[in-house]
């Protein structure tokens, strides 16, 4: 069974800390790693994407991959109220479909 | 770059009536487009692959004659609800990978939300 984890949430962080998010694939083939911001009613919005090992910074967020332990995960640093949305981490399957977690709900705390 | 636009963003039918819901890629060409719905306060599930040209794929437990899928040009994508029910309520979201890479990420329409009564 393919399936992408994630914590549900909802993660609280006060304003101006760093909010971690963790996400967890199955399948080891898998070579490509998104990471997406919905706000309620939207649709979602592409934040960072990743394919190699290691970490990868983009202003305020970094997505961070280790294929060998099968995890991904964005940290926002410096958190905004307008970073209050659900966050889905997103798995390119071997057979290129998409696969999406289940997200985690963020609130940033004024 | 990598736009995509869907229509219509809302729509309210009656059991039992068809919904056309149209994908365009506004600024690159797309063989092929994702279709993914979203019931409340749950993630977004695949429902098939549009292929330009040929036959949609679909996920398993995704009725084919029920939600018809045309893929006529390298720019749209249409998806039909046949013989809607009130349990096909949902959003519905259209994608397509931005050209590049073979695996490189959707990009998202804005969705469509669909309520049968």
């Known amino acids: 069974q393919k399936e992408v984890e994630q914590n549900s949430g909802p993660l609280s962080v006060p304003e101006g800390a760093i909010a971690s998010l963790n996400c967890t694939y199955s399948?080891?083939?898998?070579?490509?790693f998104f990471w997406y911001r919905q706000y309620s009613g939207k649709s979602p919005e592409l934040i960072m994407f990743i394919y190699s090992n290691g970490d990868k910074e983009d202003g305020r967020f970094t997505a961070q991959l280790n294929k060998a332990s099968q995890y991904v995960s964005l940290l926002i640093r410096d958190s905004q109220p307008s970073d209050s949305a659900t966050y889905l981490c997103a798995v390119n399957d071997p057979y290129d479909k998409v696969i999406f977690g289940p997200g985690t709900s963020l609130s940033v705390i004024p | 770059g990598a736009v995509v636009s869907q229509h219509p963003s809302r729509v309210i039918c009656k059991s039992g009536t068809s919904v056309k819901i149209e994908c365009r890629s506004l600024d690159f060409q797309a063989t092929t487009m994702f279709w993914y719905r979203q019931f409340p306060k749950q993630s977004l599930m695949l429902m098939a692959t549009s292929n330009e040209g040929s036959k949609a794929t679909y996920e398993q437990g995704v009725e084919k004659d029920k939600f018809l899928i045309n893929h006529a040009s390298l720019t749209l994508s249409t998806l039909t609800v046949t013989s809607a029910h009130p349990e096909d309520s949902s959003f519905y979201i259209c994608s397509a990978r931005a050209p590049g890479r073979g695996n490189s990420p959707l990009h998202f329409g804005n969705g469509t939300r669909l309520t049968v009564t």
């Open positions: 399948d080891r083939g898998s070579q490509s």
